[in-house]
């Protein structure tokens, strides 16, 4: 993906498949580039769509803040950011989700655009929190999870050879041309910190360790 010539036609089972540039899996857009833009940019068209469809909801006076607030996280934000922690954003991405969460909360709490309210009170209003913030304790919580698999599962041995594989890399490596030079697991290590991830890796084993003690003990009493 992103590197190479374009891909030819393959066949599966005697049936052709082209190669293609994009496409859709599990939900998600996935690209050539390596890139999340194009998923970013269609999770934002569905859930524009959704927030739309629910403009009686956000009119209505009946409801308080808190109802329609917790409307938008259930229907409107589950679509907005799912498989959000896998992405690999930009700048530029986080700008334009950050521009649609705010969008969208201004609407729930009639805030017009004439009026002079800043975007800190109005995430004080609504009690929500950054877009930022969501995906920090996603894509950690997705790291711990995944490093917490019992060895042998795909998606846990998958993980690991990558920890290794940062841990043995050099200061000096750079990822080859035309690879995005930002990845998955550099967004990891910004979330916990800059703390490396083999130490991450540790740090999630050993809290499984004793959230299964702690609930043992439990069990017990």
């Given at each position: 993906?992103?590197t190479?010539?374009?891909p030819?036609?393959?066949?599966?089972?005697?049936?052709?498949?082209?190669g293609?540039?994009?496409?859709?899996?599990c939900?998600?857009?996935q690209?050539?580039?390596?890139?999340c833009r194009?998923d970013?940019?269609?999770?934002?068209g569905?859930?524009?769509?959704?927030?739309?469809?629910l403009?009686?909801?956000?009119?209505c006076?009946?409801?308080?803040?808190s109802t329609?607030?917790?409307?938008y996280?259930?229907?409107?934000?589950?679509?907005?950011l799912?498989g959000?922690?896998?992405?690999t954003?930009l700048?530029?991405?986080?700008?334009?989700?950050e521009?649609?969460h705010?969008?969208?909360?201004?609407?729930?709490?009639?805030?017009?655009?004439?009026a002079h309210v800043?975007?800190?009170?109005?995430?004080?209003?609504?009690?929500?929190s950054?877009?930022?913030?969501?995906?920090?304790?996603?894509?950690?919580?997705?790291f711990g999870?995944?490093?917490?698999l019992?060895?042998?599962?795909?998606?846990?041995d998958a993980?690991?050879?990558?920890?290794?594989?940062?841990?043995?890399r050099?200061?000096?490596w750079?990822?080859?041309?035309?690879?995005?030079?930002?990845?998955?697991?550099?967004k990891?290590?910004?979330?916990?910190n800059?703390l490396?991830?083999s130490m991450?890796?540790?740090?999630e084993?050993?809290?499984?360790?004793?959230?299964?003690?702690?609930?043992?003990?439990?069990?017990?009493r």
């Open positions: 993906m992103g190479g010539d374009p030819s036609t393959i066949l599966i089972d005697c049936v052709p498949v082209d293609v540039e994009e496409f859709i899996y939900g998600s857009k690209s050539s580039n390596g890139y194009l970013v940019l269609r999770r934002i569905l859930a524009c769509s959704v927030m739309n469809s403009q009686r909801v956000w009119k006076s009946s409801l308080n803040i329609k607030v917790h409307l996280q259930a229907l409107v934000m589950s679509v907005l799912y959000a922690e896998t992405w954003r700048a530029a991405d986080m700008k334009t989700l521009a649609f705010m969008r969208c909360q201004r609407q729930i709490l009639d805030i017009r655009w004439l800043s975007n800190a009170e109005v995430l004080q209003r609504s009690g929500l950054t877009i930022s913030d969501i995906l920090r304790h996603r894509r950690l919580s997705l999870h995944v490093a917490r019992d060895p042998g599962v795909p998606a846990h993980l690991h050879l990558m920890v290794d594989t940062y841990k043995g050099k200061a000096s750079r990822r080859p041309p035309s690879r995005p030079p930002n990845v998955w697991f550099n990891v290590q910004e979330d916990a800059a490396p991830l991450l890796w540790r740090s084993i050993a809290r499984g360790h004793r959230a299964v003690q702690w609930s043992t003990r439990t069990m017990r």
